[in-house]
């Protein structure tokens, strides 16, 4: 992607500098909105309290009794920040390399704080936010819930409180915000974030931006634990506890052995790849490549899998299953003995089976069940890049997906840039459940990078994630050059340079690579700092003869 070093970056009003160009054709892959329920026999009191500036600490009110004295004016209420491990912004208002230092941050005490993030949406009014509760009875409800106010034109996340008071059973969604665009857009999401006490490291982060006034988030680490703070009841020292007995007592001879416990599932190991100093695979989507896009024919589809197999690419990657990818490209690559890398896309928040997006993929997926054809299935394309995943949530759809496709014994991996792979809370989440760890590396997007260099990058940036997960080789699940658009910096498009760039790439790493893309597609954006982003069909350089 864009930022392919340790950080995570995301345009301030824009698309997020680290995969602009990986909307594929899910611009028309439309966004599903979470549904909300009812609330309207609910009555609601809402109060407001409202923070502005640096995010700090928020106390609940305490009740005084009648005799205390009356609390000061509130115009002479002070407060003092505290810090807390957020993510810290930096703006980046111009080009270049930047090195963020390393920051630590000790919690003495749980702290909980407005935490505002942004995600992409298409034009249309989109419910997001708020507090889903469900409740078993008639009852009160009081809860805290993070908003946005704007003043004076700035935005700022905030904690609100609010009551509900719900006459019935049943699930409510408390204070989402419904916001509309015209045209496609970030908004900012806020959430209530509580961190435990303990200690919070930013490693030194390092990032090339490609684009002015954009604006880089340093996440923390996950903390180590901090002492506990003494208590005055007693806490019994762990020799007090009873001790196991260590003996070991030997089975009756008339007893009936155990049945065996079953035995894991071993992961798939080799396969996966092409020959050396030849294109493995490339990326494919059953689109139109016209500026309305929609889905090709079956007859279409085939003659581009027809030229793909005749220039001796052996792997195409699909992104997910709309436009009949299954049965259109899965027909076409059976008929031409190409294999498959499936894909699982995730394009909204709600990285679990819940979101009907994501349950519809794993149904036809099953449906589909053409295994044989199947060598990688890839679970979400950059979905915590772009905040539609936690960690732990995108390993859990991961081990969700191994179960449900029962029938395939394949290897499963996801697609992140690299530096998503470095964080610690992703690869720690990450490494036990995939069998490959997946990048996507474009050395376009690193101005320190020529084209003929471009293999030389790609190759390093496949070691690094071929290390992070003991015992799990790398892939690179994307990299290309633009025949078209903005140079950035020494990275200088152009149909000779892409010539040059997919050359490269292909001797020093085209075994364990899927270039990006077969065709230049209209639909795609145009109004990008790079102005590149319909410009990277690759069918030209690996003489790919297409159907017009």
């Given amino acids: 992607m864009k930022a392919t070093f340790t950080v995570a970056v995301a345009l301030a009003g824009a698309a997020s500098a680290g995969s602009i160009h990986h909307r594929h054709a899910h611009d028309a892959y439309r966004a599903l909105e979470k549904k909300t329920f009812d609330n309207g026999t609910c009555g609601c009191t809402t109060i407001y309290s409202t923070y502005y500036g640096e995010a700090t600490l928020s106390f609940p009110p305490v009740p005084t009794s009648t005799s205390a004295p009356p609390p000061p004016p509130p115009a002479t209420t002070t407060s003092t920040a505290v810090v807390v491990p957020t993510p810290v912004p930096q703006t980046c208002s111009t080009t270049g390399v930047y090195t963020f230092p390393a920051t630590t941050i000790t919690l003495t005490d749980s702290t909980t704080v407005c935490v505002p993030s942004t995600t992409g949406v298409p034009s249309g009014t989109h419910t997001v936010g708020g507090v889903t509760t469900a409740v078993t009875t008639a009852t009160t409800v009081t809860c805290p819930y993070a908003t946005v106010s704007t003043s004076a034109g700035v935005t700022t996340s905030v904690i609100a409180t609010t009551t509900y008071v719900c006459p019935s059973a049943g699930t409510y969604t408390i204070a989402p915000t419904t916001t509309t665009v015209d045209q496609d857009t970030t908004i900012t999401v806020p959430a209530v974030t509580t961190y435990p006490a303990g200690t919070y490291t930013q490693p030194e982060l390092i990032t090339t931006i490609d684009t002015t006034s954009t604006v880089v988030y340093c996440p923390f680490d996950i903390p180590s634990p901090t002492p506990a703070k003494p208590s005055t009841t007693a806490v019994p020292s762990p020799s007090s506890y009873p001790a196991v007995p260590a003996t070991t007592v030997a089975p009756k001879p008339s007893a009936q052995p155990s049945a065996p416990a079953p035995k894991p599932k071993p992961k798939p190991s080799g396969g996966l790849g092409g020959a050396a100093g030849k294109p493995w695979g490339i990326s494919y989507t059953p689109y139109g490549t016209g500026p309305s896009a929609g889905c090709k024919s079956a007859s279409q589809v085939e003659a581009d899998i027809a030229a793909i197999a005749a220039a001796g690419v052996t792997t195409v990657r699909v992104y997910s299953t709309d436009c009949d990818t299954l049965p259109n490209v899965g027909s076409a690559c059976a008929k031409h003995g190409l294999k498959m890398i499936l894909g699982l896309f995730i394009d909204s928040p709600g990285c679990d089976a819940s979101n009907p997006s994501v349950n519809e993929q794993i149904n036809a997926i099953k449906a589909w069940s053409r295994w044989d054809l199947v060598s990688l299935v890839a679970v979400g394309n950059e979905a915590v890049f772009h905040g539609y995943c936690e960690p732990s949530e995108l390993a859990s759809l991961v081990t969700k997906c191994k179960s449900e496709f029962s029938g395939y014994n394949g290897p499963f991996t996801t697609a992140e840039t690299v530096n998503i792979w470095q964080q610690s809370d992703f690869s720690s989440a990450m490494c036990g459940v995939v069998d490959v760890a997946g990048a996507n590396a474009h050395a376009f997007f690193n101005t320190e990078t020529d084209a003929s260099q471009a293999g030389q990058f790609v190759k390093g940036q496949l070691d690094i994630v071929s290390d992070i997960c003991k015992g799990v ?56 700092a790079c102005a590149c982003e319909q410009h990277f069909g690759v069918a030209g350089s690996l003489n790919i003869h297409l159907s017009l």
Avoid: R, Y
Wanted: hydrophobic residues 40%.
């Fill in 473 to 528: 080789p790398g892939i690179i699940l994307e990299t290309g050059w633009p025949t078209a658009g903005n140079a950035m910096g020494q990275a200088v498009p152009g149909v000779h340079q892409q010539g040059q760039a997919i050359s490269s790439i292909v001797k020093e790493c085209g075994d364990k690579a899927v270039l990006f893309s077969l065709t230049s597609d209209k639909w795609k954006s145009a109004d990008t």
